[in-house]
């Protein structure tokens, strides 16, 4: 992305026209904290990590919980983009062994 200040200005008003949910969510969780739909995610982590994360939520002004939402869906997408282009799970092999059993079963039907 061309991150021209025209550019940059576009952004910033599109970023803030799109509706945030996680105010619908904390509104429902003060209303019911055993709300079936919501897990409690608890981990102890460094003071430093903490502060940060404390500071960097107050910059852009949003809740902790909001940015570690964020944060969690966006490493588990990259875990699940990695884990396909590198076939961890063995799909593509699997795929291309199916296609092979496919064409071979195609080519002994034209015999």
Do not use: W
Not at 6 to 22: C, E, R, T
Not at 37 to 43: F, Q
């Amino acid at each position: 992305m061309n991150k021209t200040p025209l550019n940059l200005f576009l952004l910033k008003g599109v970023l803030n026209f799109k509706p945030d949910n996680s105010v619908i969510l904390d509104m429902i969780e003060q209303d019911n904290p055993d709300n079936p739909m919501l897990k409690n995610v608890c981990a102890r982590i460094h003071v430093s990590l903490a502060e940060n994360l404390e500071e960097t939520c107050a910059q852009l002004k949003c809740s902790k919980r909001r940015f570690i939402e964020m944060a969690i869906a966006n490493a588990l997408d990259e875990f699940n983009n990695l884990a396909e282009e590198y076939d961890m799970f063995g799909e593509q092999e699997r795929d291309a062994q199916l296609q092979y059993e496919i064409e071979q079963q195609k080519q002994k039907g034209n015999h």
